[in-house]
């Protein structure tokens, strides 16, 4: 059956055929149903029984105050910390970890009545594309077990895909809910930069990290980003600007919008079918009424490098709090240095040392200039070529990613991993919204489309991709049922 | 450019991250590919740009300076492996 989306969901809970604690509880089977693919680290029972009886409430009691997401079943990535529910980041060195807080972006979706029901895998500490850099081990693709769901919000992607949730959270640093919601055929939105709060998630990469919403529709994202957007004090690089309402553009269709294509993003190693799939999304978007125009971003070659100084630079100064003093793993030792440098070595898994390196290299005194100020000015370069496209036009479509969901496995030298996030990360270095929505299969796998807009026009994104689902149902294909695995939602 | 072992050891030490010698070569074979793919950056001309922390537009955010409630000790202390009294407790700074 066709897993359902939060607004049927909801009508459902309005007409009382069902409850929070029902909807939560058949959320929690599906889920388990899926451990094959070992998308989800721990369930979240207390909290979810709370919630629950707190939505349920809502509903008897004042049912008109009650939001869209009141008693909707959602899972959230093991980056968010939730007061009393253990968060690891997807990291030994956080094992045990059970933050004394909320964070805002799903503390604003408690008050909202929507439910909690599980944490989801993810890359350690969100570093990677495939979701196997989880100290807890990798995850399946539910089109394809053998295939990763990319990453580094996989766990996410994958439950939201198998319709065990109808939404859940990730977060995108360099493409980390768009690409898996491009390998699993959801849709996933990354937020202006500063537009969700950050406050209470494990930082990556502070100027680039956003979090966001998967689910099968746009609505539904657009539902989601709504409750979790705007303003919050306790997180210093949240934009004060308003939020512009979603829903008043959101059915406003593509007609005489202008929609860029970047030469750049549709050149470098994109796959036959990737293409092609890409080709008809563009081709539809323009018979719906909106016109194409190729757009250059020239920089496009150096975002890769650009981010893989910036983004390390950053997580390895924000990494230098997992010291095994005040939280998470521990190695004693007699002495604090050997303490710091067991607990770390130990603590940390391959990539996230790779990483923190790399930026401890690139900050270090002699090569600051040449590295990071020189990252610092090209993505000054690569943020007014984004912006002087918008001049022209209102929002950029492209593939979200080159290539379909790999085999496990496949891309074990780091750089080739690398090279999977090279047409998102631009998007995060610039700030921008951007969001990916299924637009086909190749041989078999989901294809992403990408729209990307200015910044602060996270309508406008979220209009085009939903005009694009209007005329389109392949975000309404489930996968294909995996050997094994069981039936979700059923 | 190569990227020496002496170098990734004084990384690893300034990242305060413990690695056998079998990790550090193999760290730094790929480090230093990394870098070679990296060092592009320099091609590019950024002579007319300034530089970008913050992208959001955000210069400066203030709040009043007033005291407010903040974590509660046991709180705080919740997740220590380590403590004494109302202190996070860890080894010796000298020896």
Same mark, same amino acid.
């Not at chain 1, 007409?15 to 939560?24: D, H, I, N, V, W």
């Not at chain 1, 939105?189 to 680039?208: D, E, H, M, N, Q």
């Given at each position: ?18 409850? $929070? ?49 009141? !008693? ?20 030994? +060195? ?21 439910? $909690? ?24 693709? /539910? ?10 919000? !996989? ?55 956003? +979090?966001? /919403? ?21 997180? &210093? ?25 970047? %030469? ?22 323009? #018979? ?12 496009? $070659? ?7 100084? +910036?983004?390390?630079?950053?997580? &390895? ?10 939280? @998470?793993? %521990? ?45 610092? #000015? ?13 001049? #022209? ?9 080159? +290539? ?9 030298? /780091? ?26 299969? &190749? ?42 695995? @069981?039936? /979700?939602?059923? | *450019? ?10 690893? *030490? ?35 740009? =300034? ?39 860890? =080894?010796?700074?000298?020896?």
């Amino acid at each position: 059956m066709t897993p359902r989306t939060v607004a049927e969901l909801g009508a459902s809970l309005r007409r009382g055929e069902t409850s $929070p604690a029902e909807l939560a509880a058949a959320s929690r089977g599906a889920l388990e149903s899926l451990a094959p693919l070992h998308p989800v680290l721990r369930y979240t029972d207390e909290l979810t029984e709370r919630q629950a009886a707190r939505a349920a409430r809502i509903l008897a009691e004042a049912p008109e105050t009650a939001g869209a997401l009141c !008693g909707i079943p959602f899972a959230y990535k093991d980056v968010l910390c939730v007061e009393g529910v253990e968060t690891t980041a997807g990291s030994r +060195i956080l094992q045990g970890y059970v933050p004394p807080y909320t964070g805002t972006a799903v503390g604003r979706l408690l008050d909202a009545g929507a439910v $909690p029901v599980a944490v989801t895998n993810c890359d350690e500490f969100a570093m990677g594309s495939s979701n196997e850099n989880s100290a807890f081990g990798p995850v399946g693709n /539910p089109w394809d077990p053998s295939r990763v769901p990319g990453g580094s919000s !996989g766990g996410s992607a994958a439950v939201v895909a198998a319709g065990a949730v109808p939404f859940s959270l990730g977060t995108d640093t360099g493409g980390s809910i768009r690409q898996p919601a491009s390998f699993c055929g959801v849709a996933g939105f990354k937020p202006t930069y500063g537009r969700v709060s950050r406050y209470g998630l494990i930082a990556f990469a502070s100027s680039l990290d956003q +979090i966001g /919403p998967f689910a099968r529709s746009v609505d539904d994202v657009a539902r989601v980003f709504t409750a979790m957007a705007g303003h919050d004090p306790r997180d &210093s690089t949240s934009s004060p600007t308003e939020v512009e309402p979603v829903d008043e553009q959101l059915e406003r269709g593509v007609a005489g919008l202008r929609l860029g294509v970047p %030469h750049e993003y549709m050149t470098e190693g994109l796959e036959p079918g990737v293409r092609t799939a890409v080709e008809s999304a563009l081709a539809l978007l323009e #018979k719906l009424g909106a016109t194409l125009e190729e757009v250059s971003l020239p920089s496009t $070659p150096a975002a890769l490098s650009t981010y893989y100084i +910036i983004a390390p630079a950053e997580c &390895s100064a924000n990494l230098a709090r997992m010291d095994g003093v005040r939280f @998470g793993f %521990h190695v004693d030792r007699p002495s604090l240095t050997d303490s710091y440098l067991e607990t770390r070595g130990q603590g940390f898994g391959p990539e996230v040392k790779r990483r923190v390196m790399l930026g401890t290299y690139a900050l270090s005194s002699g090569y600051y200039d040449a590295y990071y100020r020189k990252a610092q #000015k090209v993505r000054t370069l690569i943020a007014e070529e984004f912006d002087r496209a918008f001049e #022209k036009v209102d929002a950029l479509v492209c593939p979200t990613s080159p +290539i379909v969901a790999f085999p496990k496995g496949e891309r074990s030298d /780091p750089l080739s991993m690398y090279l999977c996030d090279v047409l998102t990360l631009p998007v995060n270095l610039a700030g921008l919204p951007g969001i990916s929505v299924p637009c086909g299969l &190749s041989e078999g796998l989901p294809v992403g489309l990408q729209v990307i807009g200015p910044r602060f026009q996270d309508a406008r994104v979220l209009r085009v991709a939903h005009a694009y689902q209007g005329a389109t149902a392949w975000h309404e294909a489930p996968p294909p049922p995996a050997p094994g695995a @069981g039936s /979700p939602t059923s | *450019m190569t990227l020496e072992r002496d170098q990734v050891a004084h990384v690893a *030490m300034l990242a305060r991250l413990g690695l056998s010698d079998q990790d550090l070569e193999r760290y730094r074979e790929q480090l230093d590919a990394i870098l070679a793919h990296v060092d592009r950056l320099q091609q590019v001309d950024t002579s007319r740009v =300034g530089e970008t922390a913050q992208i959001g537009g955000l210069v400066n955010a203030w709040r009043e300076d007033e005291r407010r409630e903040c974590l509660p000790v046991e709180a705080a202390l919740a997740n220590a492996p380590r403590r004494r009294r109302d202190h996070f407790e860890v =080894g010796a700074i000298q020896e």
